[in-house]
């Protein structure tokens, strides 16, 4: 009693504890009548007005506690008609707003209860709307000081979180709006914002008083997934809260640091994306990453090197707030020499995605923006040797995304480095993407984030910004330009009065071009300099004199594919690149077969750089498109009858008004059938590919396992194997309809599955194509008949690349092919057998 006595407000008025025992009582034998339901609303009144004599709910102690919860537990059990309308509910609203909240749930979770549920809810809708949710929490944060039950609060949590889930069972989705997640976490907030005024009113009192509760909901919340909802409330205000006042900082720094390390993911996480700059990040976590460990993890790992679906200003803002304080600065520097070692590491090159690429990238020029020129010094060596490994990597990739992220990134760490002697620079052509990667380098001040303005407002602000000029100022500036004739000749120079000549009619000496192929050849292998412009007109007329004169082309076809693969640019043409390979093309689809093998054993041979060998792969795709199209006909048809028509007699000019208003009646009145559709008749030729797809083909993927001194596919020219790939499913996919198109699924399916675990992203998208070309080309029987243990063993394989692949274009590949394999099936099936 003694430690009772010396808590101030649980000694209760004596006349609570027998009122309370009475309505129990009265509750137990309550029957139908009027005489009844007056004695009841009598005892509910006692009650009501015992606990307001008694102080409120604050003023109960353990033992009253108990006896007003045996008491509402009562109630709750009690018939409708025991209950007094509108009495019995304000005897919920004003009880203790934990022991409330429990028992109110209870009795909408219990099928014994005498309470209807939409009765329950309802009691519910008003104990949130009068904000007894807030005062519950408080109760909770006051019992905590004085040492409450964890246990009882872990399940009072998980109430107050999973409310909406409970009433939405129950109810089966016909909840009152401020039930919805919606609705309720921000009111939920709300409320913490409530409870958080009266912990700082109770610090500026000199009382203690815990916040541990609050931060246990709000993890709670958040783990969830309800962080948009809550800390949209919550952050706002804290924003504005923490400006100047310490006491609320180390109020919002306890918040965080008191929620428990299995939540602490989503906590941190929430703030970090919910904050409008590193600087007010910083106010409200303070120096949790460096107090906490798990903090710390998701803080310097998770987010940086195990996640990458984040936003750039997430990670500016995170980021940022490693580099405002000296104790987290460590944690900058660390994190800077962490994501440079992933960025430098081959393995990790090959076997992230490129997305996530991008995002370390972002993330290192970040950091690069917050060092320090002392940090710079420390860190120069390191920074280097990671640049130039890190480099390397990514220009040996066969990705054109990949090589061009790895010459930005080493272009900024240059830069950086190197502010006074020479920088890195490479060619590469700019796009969005580069240019935020360079603005990123750019520090841009956190406190300084300006809203932007509409665009009348920021015309009136750019021009409020000019400065004023005077009015004789503008004057003299407007004469300034104004001079005489005298002062105007003496400016110029003397040469000037010299007259040019007139060359308006004078024209540029053309050409002529050569009109016979050996001519041609002459000149392009000729070594004299002073035929430069008749060799631009060679070069420029050659495929056209290819095509006219294909018998003679065909007695020199192999030395003119052989002089074009060779060629090179001897003076600046405009597009020579297209010129050379549209006449290689025109060689190649003028003499297939011959032009086909030289081209296909230069493929393989020594003494050919990496450029060239991709030019043959370029020309044989599309000869080989060339060849398998069709040539049109311009034969124009009508189908159907012909659109009808009236023939006027020619008359004078003044007749042309009643002509007008007879064919507008004509085309009033006349009801057209069928007008007709004008199309182009196709030819009836044979595909020219299906007689030389083979030479085309086979040659190319007979011998791509063989290195040689200058040329090693399987090594380290795995660009020229992806492009391999991509051109033997192109001539696959051109190859349909034709004898060997079996022959070369069954070599392509060989290739396949020899390079089906390439570490190159490039080539197991080549690899994919060719399944996909494979699919499409090969008739359904031929497969069922010569590959379909081949296929199951690639179907099983394509669905591990489908789920494990590190590359998304692989794992879109890897699915389009699946699904045609199921249309295939399909297809079998609605075939009778």
Not at 142 to 154: S, T
Request: charged letters at 25%.
């Amino acid at each position: 009693m003694a430690a009772v006595a010396e808590r101030p407000g649980l000694i209760l008025d004596p006349r609570l504890e027998p009122v309370l025992r009475d309505a129990v009582a009265a509750l137990g034998r309550a029957g139908a009548g009027a005489e009844a339901e007056a004695g009841l609303a009598a005892a509910l009144g006692a009650v009501r007005a015992a606990l307001a004599a008694a102080g409120g709910p604050a003023a109960l102690g353990e033992r009253e506690r108990a006896l007003f919860g045996a008491f509402l537990r009562s109630l709750a059990r009690a018939p409708g008609a025991a209950r007094p309308e509108g009495v019995w509910q304000r005897c919920f609203l004003e009880g203790p707003p934990g022991l409330v909240f429990c028992v109110l749930l209870e009795s909408l979770g219990s099928a014994g209860s005498g309470l209807d549920p939409r009765e329950v809810v309802g009691v519910l809708e008003q104990f949130l709307q009068e904000g007894r949710l807030s005062a519950l929490l408080w109760e909770v944060c006051q019992q905590q000081a004085q040492a409450g039950c964890p246990e009882l609060q872990d399940v009072l949590i998980n109430k107050i979180v999973c409310l909406p889930e409970h009433v939405s069972n129950k109810l089966q989705g016909k909840n009152p709006p401020v039930f919805f997640p919606q609705n309720y976490f921000p009111l939920l907030g709300d409320a913490i914002l409530q409870v958080l005024e009266k912990i700082s009113d109770s610090l500026r009192g000199g009382l203690d008083c815990s916040i541990s509760f609050v931060s246990h909901v709000l993890g709670k919340v958040c783990i969830h997934g309800r962080q948009k909802e809550i800390l949209g409330v919550l952050v706002p205000c804290l924003t504005d809260l923490t400006k100047s006042d310490c006491i609320w900082q180390r109020i919002c720094w306890r918040l965080v640091e008191c929620v428990p390390d299995r939540w602490m993911e989503a906590v941190v996480l929430g703030f970090v994306q919910r904050a409008p700059g590193a600087d007010v990040l910083s106010r409200l976590l303070g120096n949790l990453v460096v107090k906490n460990k798990k903090a710390q993890f998701v803080v310097t790992q998770k987010m940086l090197l195990l996640q990458y679906g984040h936003t750039t200003e997430v990670l500016q803002n995170l980021l940022g707030y490693l580099s405002l304080d000296g104790l987290r600065r460590t944690l900058l520097l660390r994190v800077l020499q962490e994501l440079l070692e992933t960025w430098s590491s081959s393995s990790a090159v090959k076997h992230s995605t490129a997305e996530q690429q991008l995002y370390i990238s972002k993330a290192i020029l970040i950091c690069l923006s917050h060092l320090k020129e002392p940090e710079i010094e420390t860190h120069r060596q390191e920074l280097l040797t990671s640049m130039m490994e890190g480099v390397k990597c990514r220009l040996d990739s066969s990705l054109p995304q990949q090589r061009r992220l790895g010459m930005v990134v080493a272009e900024s760490i240059s830069l950086k480095i190197n502010t006074e002697g020479p920088v890195l620079k490479f060619e590469y052509e700019e796009d969005d993407e580069t240019r935020e990667l360079k603005f990123l380098l750019v520090q841009t001040p956190s406190f300084c984030n300006v809203p932007s303005l509409p665009d009348d407002d920021r015309s009136e602000k750019a021009g409020a910004a000019l400065p004023l000029v005077p009015e004789s100022n503008e004057k003299s500036h407007a004469a300034a330009p104004v001079m005489s004739n005298e002062e105007s000749d003496t400016e110029f120079d003397s040469d000037d009065d010299l007259i040019p000549y007139d060359m308006s009619e004078d024209k540029e000496l053309k050409i002529k071009a050569p009109v016979y192929i050996r001519d041609c050849i002459e000149v392009l292998t000729g070594s004299r300099t002073e035929d430069v412009d008749k060799w631009e007109a060679t070069v420029k007329a050659l495929e056209s004199l290819v095509r006219k004169n294909p018998a003679a082309t065909r007695e020199v076809s192999v030395e003119l594919a052989k002089i074009l693969l060779h060629l090179e640019e001897k003076t600046c043409i405009e597009g020579f690149v297209e010129l050379r390979q549209r006449a290689q093309v025109a060689v190649l689809t003028t003499d297939p077969i011959p032009v086909a093998k030289y081209l296909t054993s230069q493929f393989y041979s020594l003494n050919y750089s990496l450029r060239q060998r991709m030019d043959i792969l370029d020309v044989l795709v599309l000869a080989a498109q060339e060849l398998s199209c069709p040539k049109f006909l311009g034969k124009t048809k009508h189908s159907g009858a012909q659109k009808p028509c009236i023939q006027l007699l020619q008359g004078s000019d003044s007749s042309k008004g009643w002509r007008r208003v007879v064919d507008e009646r004509i085309k009033n009145k006349t009801r057209r059938l069928d007008k007709g559709q004008c199309h182009v008749e196709l030819a009836s030729r044979p595909n020219e590919f299906n007689s030389v797809a083979g030479y085309f083909f086979f040659p190319l993927i007979q011998h791509f396992d063989r290195p040689l001194t200058t040329f090693d596919l399987l090594g380290e020219d795995h660009l020229v194997l992806g492009r391999l790939a991509h051109t033997l499913a192109i001539l696959m996919y051109l190859a349909v309809n034709t004898v060997a198109v079996t022959a070369m699924g069954k070599a392509l399916l060989e290739f396949v599955w020899a390079l089906r675990f390439h570490t190159d992203s490039y080539v197991r998208q080549g690899l994919l194509s060719c399944i996909s070309s494979l699919l499409l080309s090969v008739p359904t029987e031929r497969i069922l008949a010569d590959m379909t243990e081949e296929l199951l063993e690639t179907q099983s394989w394509l669905g591990d690349v489908m789920e494990k692949d590190p590359d998304g274009d692989c794992r879109r590949l890897a699915l389009q092919n699946l699904l045609l394999m199921e249309n295939l099936k399909k297809k079998l099936e609605v075939v009778p057998s």
